[in-house]
């Protein structure tokens, strides 16, 4: 089950909703990976984003949202993939029956926020870089959803220079919400047992502020662009600020029984295709072994 004590994003939580998990990282992406807390031998930020995932996916399933309602695109270069676009697209053009849209990234990112991947087009033994900036997105949005039927978007970004997706999500009056690990001009935190804010937002490891007090750059605070357009620093931590004592899931996760465990495959991204079903799901990229 999820934990029970997530700061304030059980909003992004709920089986009536549509999820797009994007990464993006590893030796062939381009762009700033996030620097990464203590000197784990082995450890980079594509381990990170691995850990990433299992901990997003996990807390979505937990919270009873049907695997099939998760669709989870690897762009890191091995894989062949549509092109982001078209992904990002088909998933605004077809949101079903979902009372909201959350798309959520994480990996490499350009100065100016933009995300970067490595996009091996289906059928090619190449692969080129794909960046793609917030105010294209929110463009793409909008042109396949007018204001008259739009259903809201919230966009959860874990990387590094995330607060620029909060100030373009003001500037086009987004309709919904946009929570980023970190203010524009940035750093974000990774460690061995994933980043700091993903392992935050879904109730699995501090506030990184507790964590990163002492950082080059100084603490790092999550950003958000609210449903009214409110931009800047998270304002409704509460206690969430001082909070340091929360078990990390790698550390508890390996006492459980292997009829609980789930797996998480390096998944090529289908077309998402209109349906003649408005409840017909995305597709299901998960695999578990219980019965």
Same mark, same amino acid.
């Given at each position: 089950? $999820?934990?029970?004590?997530?700061?304030?994003?059980?909003?992004?939580?709920?089986?009536?909703?549509?999820?797009?998990?994007?990464?993006? !990282?590893?030796?062939?992406?381009?762009?700033?990976?996030?620097?990464?807390?203590?000197?784990? $031998?082995?450890?980079?930020?594509?381990?990170?984003?691995?850990?990433?995932?299992?901990?997003?996916?996990?807390?979505?399933?937990?919270?009873?949202?049907?695997?099939?309602?998760?669709?989870?695109?690897?762009?890191?270069?091995?894989?062949?993939?549509?092109?982001?676009?078209?992904?990002?697209?088909?998933?605004?053009?077809?949101?079903?029956?979902?009372?909201?849209?959350?798309?959520?990234? @994480?990996?490499?990112?350009?100065?100016?926020?933009?995300?970067?991947?490595?996009? *091996?087009?289906?059928?090619?033994?190449?692969?080129?870089?794909?960046?793609? %900036?917030?105010?294209?997105?929110?463009?793409?949005?909008?042109?396949?959803?007018?204001?008259?039927?739009?259903?809201?978007?919230?966009?959860?970004?874990?990387?590094?220079?995330? &607060?620029?997706? @909060?100030?373009?999500?003001?500037?086009?009056? =987004?309709?919904? @919400?946009?929570?980023?690990? @970190?203010?524009?001009?940035?750093?974000?935190?990774?460690?061995?047992?994933?980043?700091?804010?993903?392992?935050?937002?879904?109730?699995?490891?501090?506030?990184?502020?507790?964590? !990163?007090?002492?950082?080059?750059? &100084?603490?790092?605070?999550?950003?958000?662009?609210?449903?009214? %357009?409110?931009?800047?620093?998270?304002?409704?931590?509460?206690?969430?600020?001082?909070?340091?004592?929360?078990?990390?899931?790698?550390?508890?996760?390996?006492?459980?029984?292997?009829?609980?465990?789930?797996? =998480?495959?390096?998944?090529?991204?289908?077309?998402?295709?209109?349906?003649? *079903?408005?409840?017909?799901?995305?597709?299901?990229?998960?695999?578990?072994?219980?019965?």
């Amino acid at each position: 089950s $999820p934990p029970k004590n997530t700061p304030i994003w059980t909003d992004f939580l709920s089986p009536d909703f549509r999820y797009l998990v994007m990464t993006a !990282t590893g030796p062939d992406v381009i762009g700033q990976p996030e620097p990464l807390l203590g000197d784990v $031998p082995g450890t980079t930020f594509a381990t990170a984003c691995t850990c990433n995932i299992e901990l997003m996916q996990r807390f979505l399933v937990g919270g009873g949202v049907l695997p099939e309602n998760i669709l989870i695109a690897d762009f890191s270069g091995e894989l062949e993939n549509p092109h982001p676009r078209q992904l990002l697209e088909d998933f605004f053009r077809n949101p079903g029956s979902a009372s909201k849209l959350v798309l959520y990234f @994480c990996g490499n990112a350009m100065h100016d926020g933009s995300w970067c991947f490595r996009w *091996r087009p289906p059928g090619q033994r190449y692969a080129a870089d794909v960046k793609i %900036g917030p105010q294209e997105v929110f463009d793409w949005r909008l042109k396949l959803q007018p204001n008259t039927v739009r259903i809201p978007l919230e966009i959860i970004v874990e990387s590094t220079n995330s &607060g620029t997706w @909060c100030m373009a999500a003001k500037d086009a009056q =987004l309709h919904g @919400c946009v929570f980023a690990a @970190c203010p524009p001009d940035s750093d974000a935190w990774a460690s061995c047992t994933g980043s700091l804010f993903t392992s935050w937002i879904v109730g699995r490891g501090p506030a990184p502020s507790s964590l !990163t007090k002492s950082g080059p750059g &100084g603490p790092q605070v999550p950003w958000e662009c609210s449903r009214l %357009g409110a931009t800047g620093p998270v304002k409704t931590l509460g206690a969430e600020l001082s909070q340091t004592a929360h078990v990390s899931w790698l550390s508890t996760s390996t006492a459980g029984s292997s009829s609980e465990a789930m797996t =998480l495959p390096r998944m090529v991204a289908p077309s998402l295709a209109p349906s003649s *079903r408005p409840n017909t799901p995305l597709r299901t990229p998960l695999t578990s072994s219980a019965p």
